[in-house]
């Protein structure tokens, strides 16, 4: 075989190590992490390959492998690993690093990927938005009760704020993983289409099946779950809402008792319960949290919010005086906004690029567990 | 002795096991003058009967039949100038590890009885020697470990005497900014200690120093060596007492290194290079003049390779953290990957590696050099079996071989060999003789001009050199010990090794130095026969100038005149008896240890016939570990043959041919040597007893095939101290061989 003239890179040993990947440096690659492994696929067995191409610094190998997504970072190697060279932590560090990497543009990346530091930016920046906005169309007027959001902002203003990032966050999203389907392309065949292979990978990921195959992390697999749902009911109730105000003219807001109503409430509280689970796994720390870098955190947090301020804003229309509630209103639409913006660049992305993963595993056909 | 009382003792199981009354019988028969039984013979009411036989009845040979002689020392410890002790054991060899009360055990015990009357009627009371001794510690060599040497000798009372070849003090650590880590928490660099040292002993006024110094003559022996030293023109001598070896190493050859690079381009330097530019400060490429942005290092350069050095120097891999981890603090901007075979991080090292391992602007990698190439301004690495697990190429501005370490020893052996030679040459015997030698000259010719202590030793003049060049020997047996008496080897000269080991041999060999000292000021031999107060008798009326005792003794202690007679010097002597074995005159004694004394003890017992069968097999069993061995096993209960018969010897090669055929023809029907282990790893004290021993032995087969007797019929076992289960099993397998070849031919003549 050719000789390949490598040059480590510094700077990504650097980054990393910042990020809290320096134990990667440990490992002296006795490929105990792989074999404990349950996850890694007979074909893809990772990640001593991945350790060692984070020692020599090798950006342009990790940034390439579809393992790195494959990962869910169970921690089964960390417990085992007979270095303490956290192979879990580091596979996390270089996730991270690749979310930034990939990102477009890529200074965003850089400004959520220091989320340790930059937080209140990211989070007060959404806030000054709204408070700005609604007091120049209305003078931040709060109606008599009882109260209804539309007469506080009116729908338009939702619409023009969440369509453009939306809009703006697919299309971030869609370059930066096509960039990433591409990467992992290189050098090997894919067999099948791209739908075919996705749609069974939905199936696997909705029902979490491989967190169940975690030893050491298990304890995250419900909360995770639960998250998920919860993200999910939150989406379809936004859109069941839309069909039914322009679709069957349904006047706002819903009484408590629609079904709708009910689709939404318990979708937050799936939101909820999952975002705290994850949120005191993380607390506790431990060998099956790995460590909490602010990757994690941010966006946990973040996620949570929307679903606390979501329900603090139904209830709070009733139960509060509008001053206060619309406070909360406020609040709600600013996680929001903060959640949507951040997407591409923070933990969120971790949905698409490990979705993508695993397509890519079951076309290259390594997915043989 | 003239008048011998025997003691036994009848505890410890004894009185079950034999019968006391025919051990009388037979102490009556050799003309024993008092036969005392005690129940306990080691407590005070024991020792007081004894003493009380020699204060009153005049006995000057005391036979105690106890335990062995490696027990209750000290309780049976009489006036040495009045009187000999001679242990029979009974416990051990009878009571322990034979059937009780049966016809074979009672044999055993009254034939060892009767042996160690044997013994006694031929050994002699000692003379202790008293000389005048130095108390002055040498030191040869003004490094880490030799200054440390120094020091440590005036804290243990001694002064110092430091001879240095070069200019100034210091060594190796002259060249180094930093050292590895020598406290807790072992993670960060320390500071050089030797300027700290030189102040030190320099101030300290019981230390001595000749720096740019070397040693022209080493005459004498320990406690009176007479050192002649030239400075500068002037010729000097001092008198030491012990001498501690620092000279150090050197680092390997690189230009033995073309494959690493090494001589093809300017940019590849050896580890020694780039200490040098790491202390002062300016670390460059020497090729262009520029601020390298990475170094690569690669570990085992010429080390653990057939071709250069077989073994691993130990230090080399804590040398290279120790750079990354100064480069990064003093030049962040460079980045090294060190590229290893094995990380070899003793001890407390592995925290100081972890620690390097985690600087970002250090790779640490495991990897199979290929080759380096010379590319652009700086080289190619090329790797195969890298942990990439494909061939791989580091493109790199410098690249640093990590070399071992050379000892600077010089092979003492060989110069003498050389000077031999060339006295043939100047002879002139024979033309093929000078020829012989013209050839030995010229392959030796790389020796002439290497000697450091220049000892007068007719065995040559430095210390004889065992593995990989090291004057070492057995590290667990034996530390810091070399094959001359009182001479010492520490530091990177003994074996190779890192700073804080080189401080800590430095001690090890100052307490044996110190040791040595006070020993001879008592009179008394080292280690291993500590405390002995006997000197070599030599008749040498009867010297055929054989010189076989000049050149086996293993110290070096007997010079030779003109003539090629032996002279001996007193303090050099370990009392190992080799000179005895070896002399085929019969000729060297100790006053306790005599050709004669152990053949009396051979013939003191009596032999069955043939029609009784009941064989007899002699047992040379060496005291220093197979003795030991078989006590433990006795300790066991474990059980062997009653027909074996054993006397301790000093050494194997403390064994005189003669004792086996003086057996054979008694009609003894076979004889087994239970000694050390010899060859390369030698566990004998003596380094040299058991080979020997080998040697002599393949005579004693010859000599049994002439007189058509079984070549089974003697045998020599190696016997590590911890295998006590092996004794019986070896015993009883020789009986067996033994019996299966049938009784000795010469049986009754």
């Known amino acids: ?369 | 002795m003239d008048k011998v009382g025997v003691f036994v003792c009848t505890g410890c199981e004894i009185k079950d096991a034999v019968k006391i009354d025919e051990l009388e019988e037979a102490a009556n028969e050799q003309n024993a003058a008092a036969f005392v039984t005690h129940e306990c013979l080691c407590e005070p009411g024991g020792i007081a009967q004894i003493q009380k036989s020699i204060d009153d009845d005049g006995i000057d040979g005391v036979v105690i039949a106890a335990c062995s002689h490696r027990m209750k020392q000290k309780e049976f410890t009489f006036d040495p100038t009045k009187v000999v002790v001679e242990r029979v054991c009974l416990r051990e060899q009878v009571a322990w590890s034979k059937k009780p009360d049966d016809e074979d055990t009672q044999m055993l015990a009254v034939d060892l009885l009767q042996m160690g009357l044997a013994r006694i009627g031929k050994v002699k009371l000692s003379e202790p020697i008293k000389e005048e001794i130095s108390d002055t510690v040498l030191v040869v060599g003004g490094g880490l470990t030799g200054l440390t040497a120094a020091k440590a000798a005036v804290d243990l009372g001694h002064p110092a005497v430091i001879i240095e070849k070069e200019d100034q003090l210091g060594g190796y650590l002259n060249d180094c900014k930093d050292v590895i880590p020598e406290h807790p928490p072992y993670d960060t660099v320390a500071a050089n200690p030797i300027g700290q040292l030189i102040k030190d002993v320099q101030a300290n006024e019981q230390i001595k120093v000749f720096t740019g110094a070397r040693i022209i003559a080493t005459k004498g022996q320990p406690g009176q060596f007479d050192v002649e030293l030239q400075n500068g023109g002037a010729a000097q001598s001092v008198k030491v007492g012990a001498i501690v070896q620092a000279t150090g190493a050197r680092p390997y050859d690189a230009s033995k290194l073309t494959h690493l690079g090494y001589g093809m381009s300017p940019n590849v330097i050896t580890s020694h290079d780039l200490e040098k530019m790491i202390t002062a400060g300016e670390l460059i490429c020497p090729g262009n003049g520029q601020i390298p942005n990475r170094i690569v290092f690669i570990q085992c350069a010429g080390s653990r390779d057939e071709n250069h050095l077989k073994y691993c120097s130990s230090e080399c891999c804590g040398t290279t953290l120790k750079q990354v981890a100064s480069i990064n603090r003093d030049f962040s901007d460079i980045e090294c990957a060190v590229i290893y075979k094995d990380m070899r991080t003793p001890g407390q090292l592995e925290h100081f590696y972890q620690g390097v391992q985690e600087s970002t602007h250090g790779m640490l990698t495991r990897g199979e050099v290929d080759k380096v190439e010379a590319h652009n301004n700086g080289a190619h690495v090329h790797l195969k079996d890298s942990l990439l697990g494909e061939d791989v190429t580091i493109e790199t501005d410098l690249v640093v071989l990590a070399v071992g370490m050379v000892p600077n020893s010089a092979d003492g052996h060989a110069i003498r060999e050389l000077n031999d030679a060339k006295l043939r040459i100047i002879k002139n015997e024979s033309e093929t003789q000078v020829a012989d030698a013209t050839k030995l000259v010229e392959s030796l010719k790389h020796h002439e001009g290497t000697e450091i202590l220049n000892l007068d030793y007719r065995q040559g003049p430095d210390l004889p050199i065992l593995k990989y060049d090291f004057p070492d020997s057995h590290y667990i047996c034996f530390p810091y010990e070399t094959r001359r008496t009182g001479i010492y080897a520490a530091g990177a000269l003994h074996a190779p090794m890192d700073t804080p080991q080189a401080i800590e041999d430095a001690y090890g060999a100052v307490m044996k130095a110190v040791q040595c000292i006070e020993s001879n000021a008592r009179g008394e031999a080292v280690h291993p026969r500590a405390g002995d107060q006997s000197i070599a008798d030599f008749f040498l009326q009867r010297c055929t100038q054989c010189k076989r005792c000049t050149e086996e003794c293993p110290f070096g202690t007997l010079n030779e005149d003109a003539k090629g007679t032996p002279e001996y010097n007193t303090l050099r002597c370990r009392r190992c008896g080799i000179c005895l074995g070896a002399c085929p005159e019969r000729i060297i004694s100790f006053p306790e240890y005599t050709v004669d004394a152990v053949a009396s003890m051979i013939k003191a017992f009596e032999v069955p016939e043939e029609e009784d069968e009941k064989p007899r097999i002699m047992a040379f069993l060496c005291e220093n570990d197979a003795l030991p061995a078989l006590d433990e096993a006795a300790a066991k209960r474990i059980q062997w043959n009653p027909w074996i018969r054993i006397v301790p010897v000093r050494c194997l090669g403390a064994v005189n041919t003669v004792w086996i055929a003086d057996s054979l023809s008694r009609g003894i029907d076979g004889i087994v040597l239970v000694g050390c282990k010899r060859g390369d790893d030698y566990q004998c004290h003596y380094i040299q007893g058991s080979e020997l021993a080998n040697t002599r032995m393949g005579n004693v087969q010859e000599t049994l095939e002439r007189l058509t007797l079984e070549s089974e019929r003697v045998k020599i076992v190696e016997l590590a101290r911890d295998e006590f289960h092996r004794v019986p099993q070896v015993l009883d397998e020789f009986a067996e061989t033994i019996d299966e070849c049938g009784p000795n031919p010469y049986k009754g003549f």
């Open chain 1, 1 to 369: 075989m050719a000789s390949n003239v490598l040059i480590s890179s510094t700077s990504f040993r650097e980054a990393l190590a910042k990020k809290g990947g320096v134990t990667a440096a440990r490992c002296y690659q006795c490929a105990t992490c792989s074999s404990v492994c349950e996850l890694a696929p007979e074909g893809l067995p990772f990640p001593r390959r991945q350790m060692i191409n984070a020692q020599w610094g090798l950006a342009d190998k990790v940034a390439a492998d579809p393992a790195v997504w494959l990962c869910h970072q169970c921690n089964d190697c960390t417990v085992r690993c007979p270095r303490d060279a956290k192979p879990g932590d580091v596979m996390q560090t270089i996730r991270a690093l690749a979310v930034e990497n990939l990102s477009t543009p890529k200074f965003l990346g850089k400004l959520v990927g220091a989320a340790g530091s930059t937080w209140p930016l990211l989070i007060g920046l959404p806030f000054v938005f709204w408070i700005a906005f609604i007091y120049a169309v209305n003078g931040f007027t709060v109606p008599e009760a009882p109260l209804a959001w539309h007469d506080f902002v009116p729908h338009w203003m939702i619409y023009a704020v969440y369509i453009p990032v939306t809009l703006w966050v697919v299309i971030a999203i869609l370059v930066s993983g096509s960039r990433y389907w591409n990467l992992m392309g290189q050098g090997v065949t894919r067999s099948g289409s791209f739908v075919g292979n996705l749609i069974p990978a939905i199936k696997e990921i909705l029902a979490h099946k491989r967190f169940s195959d975690c030893e050491a992390a298990r304890p995250r697999k419900t909360g995770h779950l639960l998250f998920l749902w919860g993200f999910i009911g939150a989406a379809i109730t936004t859109a069941l809402i839309i069909v039914a105000m322009y679709g069957f003219k349904t006047p706002l807001p819903l009484p408590q008792t629609h079904w709708m109503k009910w689709i939404g409430n318990f979708s937050a509280l799936l939101l909820l319960f999952g975002g705290l689970m994850l949120l005191a796994n993380r607390m506790k720390g431990g060998q099956s949290a790995g460590a909490s870098t602010a990757f994690d955190t941010f966006f946990l947090f973040v996620a949570f919010m929307v679903g606390l301020t979501g329900i603090l804003t139904e209830g709070g229309r009733l139960a509060f005086p509008p001053q206060i509630a619309a406070w909360m209103y406020v609040a709600h639409l600013s996680f929001i906004l903060c959640l949507f913006a951040t997407f591409p660049y923070c933990k969120f992305a971790h949905m698409v690029y490990r979705t993508l993963a695993m397509v890519h595993e079951r076309m290259t056909g390594v997915a043989s567990r």
